[in-house]
């Protein structure tokens, strides 16, 4: 059964900095509170409070945090471990940054069972085997025996939320669980989290900055701003009368993907980008055709100036046709050419104004940051190497691409570690904007950002294709930021490109199948639409039998 949550006065710093300001909330057993705000707002903050952690540099001063019949805050370090991972048990934002790389997956999902000694290990493999297939992992039997680099994002994150639930916890903190997930497979874990919840009776508190998941999942919801309680009220209630200001921003904000782009891209003759039959994939390479397969006979035109989407979901190839592009990845087959000449397959055979030219957007800012390194020093870098500046001269530049992805100056002297997973996504995004590139390759540049941040950034794609007629290739799960930014879609599954779409066609039917697919397993904002698209799916089987 679930546990009642009881938090009261909680009061979170940093140094003499507050960032969580007399916090108070009640989470009743089996119910969902939902964490809301921007970036940097203290949602995962306290969201953390609850297992009595708090991040390095910062520190638990007052209030208290009651789960069921303990008194979380006044236990002993010894006491925090035995409750974290097995009554309490956390799903973090980026998977990535969080398995072991050296670790096989299944180790690893089935550790929190083994460690709190609730199933022998055998038991324990066939508790997790089962909840892959819940999860809807592919290879549920097998996928077990691969390393975090051999999965997708995607399937990444639903494995941690199987490590999450092995252990049967009474309260689960959901922290963005579905950021990184494409539409059709957000469906299908939401459903899961909903059931594991509902049959269990679990306690959670979902923190999330996509309010039309939150409608979904959340019985209520807490709007967070500064650190401060904006307004708290039923999920119902807040989508249909907010009281607040900052609220009705954010439902605002929430929309504004579904409109159309204002920019319109002029074809030149030449295309800036050409992809030709491209395939790639992991593994031996023999007669054009790998091991493991992951594009096949991809062909893709860009033109100066233009944004085409990629769409599809995890595991379609996505990632790995932007990192064939970047050079990060050889390709098995096929040719890639850039302003009218072979781009070199590697890093290593391109030339500096090569590199310059194409830049990447990581989808995982976590591991795409020095942690090390002060965001000053991640920007001046690029800076320095492509342009030549002197240090002067890259100072006044730092500031002035903080100002432009809507980051305050005064994190230009900061540490990466600091900072919230939007503000690093948005230094992410900076460090390839200061190259000054012809290209730039998006990976979910958005997925990480909250409503307001996430629209500011797309709002500043279209700025930066009129008056830099950047050209962008812009690759995500989320359909309205693809709508929002992209002149075309291109529609991807299982490595192969299935339709492309033009703007002017988005609104018209039919379309590809798998297209029409995916677009209904976009989250309306709304209660009850989880409901309606599950009742067209049968629902996934995966019980398990000690």
């Given at each position: 059964?679930?546990?009642?949550?009881?938090?009261?006065?909680l009061r979170i710093v940093a140094?003499?900095?507050?960032?969580?300001?007399?916090?108070?909330?009640?989470?009743?057993?089996?119910?969902?509170?939902?964490?809301?705000?921007?970036?940097?707002?203290?949602?995962?903050?306290?969201?953390?409070?609850?297992?009595?952690?708090?991040?390095?540099?910062?520190?638990?001063?007052?209030?208290?945090?009651?789960?069921?019949?303990?008194?979380?805050?006044?236990?002993?370090?010894?006491?925090?471990?035995?409750?974290?991972?097995?009554?309490?048990?956390?799903?973090?934002?980026?998977?990535?940054?969080?398995?072991?790389?050296?670790?096989?997956?299944?180790?690893?999902?089935?550790?929190?069972?083994?460690?709190?000694?609730?199933?022998?290990?055998?038991?324990?493999?066939?508790?997790?085997?089962?909840?892959?297939?819940?999860?809807?992992?592919?290879?549920?039997?097998?996928?077990?025996?691969?390393?975090?680099?051999?999965?997708?994002?995607?399937?990444?994150?639903?494995?941690?939320?199987?490590?999450?639930?092995?252990?049967?916890?009474?309260?689960?903190?959901?922290?963005?669980?579905?950021?990184?997930?494409?539409?059709?497979?957000?469906?299908?874990?939401?459903?899961?989290?909903?059931?594991?919840?509902?049959?269990?009776?679990?306690?959670?508190?979902?923190?999330?900055?996509?309010?039309?998941?939150v409608a979904q999942m959340a019985?209520?919801?807490?709007?967070?701003?500064?650190?401060?309680?904006?307004?708290?009220?039923?999920?119902?209630?807040?989508?249909?009368?907010?009281?607040?200001?900052?609220?009705?921003?954010?439902?605002?904000?929430?929309?504004?993907?579904?409109?159309?782009?204002?920019?319109?891209?002029?074809?030149?003759?030449?295309?800036?980008?050409?992809?030709?039959?491209?395939?790639?994939?992991?593994?031996?390479?023999?007669?054009?055709?790998?091991?493991?397969?992951?594009?096949?006979?991809?062909?893709?035109?860009?033109?100066?100036?233009?944004?085409?989407?990629?769409?599809?979901?995890?595991?379609?190839?996505?990632?790995?046709?932007?990192?064939?592009?970047?050079?990060?990845?050889?390709?098995?087959?096929?040719?890639?050419?850039?302003?009218?000449?072979?781009?070199?397959?590697?890093?290593?055979?391109?030339?500096?104004?090569?590199?310059?030219?194409?830049?990447?957007?990581?989808?995982?800012?976590?591991?795409?940051?020095?942690?090390?390194?002060?965001?000053?020093?991640?920007?001046?870098?690029?800076?320095?190497?492509?342009?030549?500046?002197?240090?002067?001269?890259?100072?006044?530049?730092?500031?002035?691409?903080?100002?432009?992805?809507?980051?305050?100056?005064?994190?230009?002297?900061?540490?990466?570690?600091?900072?919230?997973?939007?503000?690093?996504?948005?230094?992410?995004?900076?460090?390839?904007?200061?190259?000054?590139?012809?290209?730039?390759?998006?990976?979910?540049?958005?997925?990480?950002?909250?409503?307001?941040?996430?629209?500011?950034?797309?709002?500043?794609?279209?700025?930066?294709?009129?008056?830099?007629?950047?050209?962008?290739?812009?690759?995500?799960?989320?359909?309205?930021?693809?709508?929002?930014?992209?002149?075309?879609?291109?529609?991807?599954?299982?490595?192969?490109?299935?339709?492309?779409?033009?703007?002017?066609?988005?609104?018209?039917?039919?379309?590809?199948?798998?297209?029409?697919?995916?677009?209904?397993?976009?989250?309306?904002?709304?209660?009850?639409?989880?409901?309606e698209v599950l009742a067209a799916?049968?629902?996934?089987?995966?019980?398990?039998?000690?």
């Amino acid at each position: 059964m679930g546990a009642r949550i009881e938090v009261e006065n909680l009061r979170i710093v940093a140094g003499d900095v507050g960032l969580v300001h007399d916090i108070s909330f009640t989470v009743e057993p089996g119910q969902v509170l939902a964490l809301i705000g921007e970036s940097g707002s203290g949602k995962t903050t306290i969201a953390l409070a609850l297992m009595g952690y708090a991040r390095r540099g910062c520190r638990i001063a007052s209030g208290r945090v009651r789960v069921g019949e303990v008194d979380v805050l006044t236990l002993a370090e010894s006491g925090k471990r035995a409750l974290r991972g097995r009554k309490i048990a956390y799903i973090a934002q980026s998977a990535a940054a969080s398995f072991n790389p050296s670790r096989r997956l299944l180790d690893q999902v089935v550790e929190p069972a083994l460690l709190h000694g609730v199933l022998e290990r055998a038991a324990a493999e066939r508790k997790a085997i089962a909840l892959f297939r819940e999860l809807a992992l592919p290879d549920a039997e097998t996928i077990g025996q691969r390393y975090p680099h051999e999965v997708s994002g995607g399937q990444l994150q639903r494995l941690m939320a199987a490590m999450a639930l092995i252990a049967d916890p009474d309260v689960v903190i959901f922290d963005e669980p579905t950021t990184a997930l494409d539409v059709t497979t957000q469906v299908e874990v939401l459903a899961a989290f909903r059931r594991a919840m509902r049959e269990r009776g679990v306690s959670a508190i979902y923190v999330s900055h996509d309010l039309a998941v939150v409608a979904q999942m959340a019985d209520s919801i807490l709007v967070l701003r500064h650190g401060r309680m904006r307004e708290c009220a039923s999920t119902v209630q807040i989508l249909a009368s907010p009281a607040d200001d900052y609220t009705r921003s954010l439902l605002a904000a929430s929309r504004i993907g579904e409109r159309a782009p204002d920019v319109s891209a002029q074809p030149s003759a030449m295309p800036l980008l050409e992809v030709t039959a491209l395939s790639a994939g992991y593994g031996r390479v023999r007669d054009g055709k790998c091991e493991h397969p992951v594009l096949e006979d991809v062909e893709i035109q860009l033109y100066a100036g233009q944004a085409i989407g990629v769409i599809g979901e995890s595991g379609s190839g996505k990632s790995t046709l932007a990192r064939c592009i970047a050079g990060l990845i050889a390709p098995a087959a096929g040719t890639i050419r850039f302003g009218g000449h072979p781009l070199p397959a590697t890093l290593a055979q391109r030339d500096r104004e090569t590199l310059r030219r194409v830049q990447i957007v990581f989808q995982h800012a976590d591991t795409a940051l020095n942690p090390a390194h002060t965001v000053a020093k991640i920007l001046e870098r690029p800076l320095a190497f492509f342009h030549d500046m002197d240090a002067n001269a890259r100072r006044r530049r730092v500031a002035e691409l903080l100002d432009l992805v809507k980051l305050p100056a005064t994190l230009a002297e900061r540490s990466c570690v600091g900072l919230s997973g939007g503000q690093k996504q948005r230094v992410n995004l900076a460090r390839a904007l200061a190259a000054q590139p012809d290209l730039i390759l998006c990976d979910e540049v958005t997925s990480a950002l909250d409503p307001v941040v996430a629209a500011a950034i797309l709002d500043l794609i279209c700025e930066l294709r009129r008056e830099v007629k950047a050209s962008y290739l812009f690759i995500s799960h989320d359909m309205h930021s693809v709508r929002a930014v992209c002149d075309a879609i291109v529609v991807m599954r299982y490595g192969r490109k299935l339709a492309q779409i033009a703007r002017e066609d988005y609104a018209r039917g039919p379309h590809h199948p798998y297209y029409e697919q995916l677009a209904r397993s976009v989250p309306e904002l709304r209660t009850g639409w989880l409901d309606e698209v599950l009742a067209a799916r049968p629902a996934p089987t995966g019980v398990f039998v000690p």
